[in-house]
């Protein structure tokens, strides 16, 4: 059984085609993926394929929120920062059987011209922890080239669950996150597998076996055995592989650990 806790159906290359992808997931022997939300469009396509999609074959669910990046794009400014928040109450009321999660949200500063963006994206991130507090929702992190502020936001709230998806930091920012938070959880990708990646597998050498997860992060960031592709669900079990190898455990063994951190994240 493959888990894949973190995927893009809802991306504009798969979304015309989402059940053709969830299919082949499934034959290749998913069990369960989650839809992350990053903007209103792509909130209510994950919200639809998961109310569309058989869940008896392959637990389907999603997740809502705002990205960094409608911060970056000026699609969220102070004017209309409230009424945003509000709308994805709105929208989490809608559909709550649906969402399981919030995110991905957080702080990205990998371009030049998005860090003139940083305190409205630490106003739009702080504003979404608090919602998820308030709503008892766990809480999806994106976070890149900008650690500090990231953790300086999300020490504000201990117990909340957290997943940080697709770290790009190493083991040391990894054991302080580890370290602080009850309820944690951190998502390797495939580019996990790729050869220049030693940072990322160092993280996943001291990652305690109880918070991993694995995900796809499709259409983006494919395993190295097919890399320059456009990933889907259906290419995980080659980052299954990979990361068994590199721990030193079976696959089966794995399957198990993953499945269970991805119960326990998701709730269920």
């Not at 709308?87 to 919030?102: C, F, H, M, Q």
């Not at 054991?175 to 597998?193: A, E």
Request: charged share 25%; aromatic share 12%.
């Amino acid at each position: 059984m493959y888990f894949d806790s973190h995927t893009h159906l809802n991306d504009d290359k798969l979304f015309s085609q989402w059940q053709s992808y969830l299919g082949r997931f499934i034959e290749a022997g998913g069990a369960g993926l989650v839809n992350i939300g990053l903007d209103e469009l792509h909130n209510q396509r994950a919200i639809e394929i998961s109310q569309q999609a058989e869940q008896k074959k392959c637990l389907v669910k999603a997740t809502i929120w705002y990205h960094p990046s409608e911060a970056c794009f000026h699609n969220i400014t102070e004017d209309n920062l409230t009424e945003k928040i509000s709308d994805l109450v709105k929208l989490y009321n809608s559909a709550p059987e649906a969402i399981v999660w919030i995110g991905e949200c957080g702080i990205d500063l990998h371009y030049e011209s998005w860090k003139e963006t940083l305190d409205i994206q630490k106003k739009l991130f702080s504003l979404q922890c608090d919602l998820a507090q308030e709503l008892n929702l766990p809480i999806i992190i994106h976070s890149r080239d900008d650690f500090q502020s990231t953790r300086d936001i999300i020490q504000n709230y201990k117990f909340l669950k957290v997943y940080f998806h697709c770290r790009g930091y190493g083991p040391e920012e990894l054991k302080k996150l580890v370290d602080f938070f009850p309820k944690f959880w951190v998502g390797f990708c495939g580019n996990t597998t790729y050869p220049k990646a030693e940072l990322l597998r160092e993280s996943l050498k001291v990652a305690p076996l109880k918070c991993i997860l694995l995900e796809t992060d499709a259409p983006y960031l494919a395993p190295q055995e097919f890399r320059w592709q456009q990933n889907e669900p259906a290419l995980i079990p080659s980052l299954y592989r990979f990361v068994a190898g590199f721990l030193g455990k079976s696959e089966d063994e794995l399957q198990k650990i993953v499945a269970e951190n991805w119960k326990g994240c998701y709730g269920l």
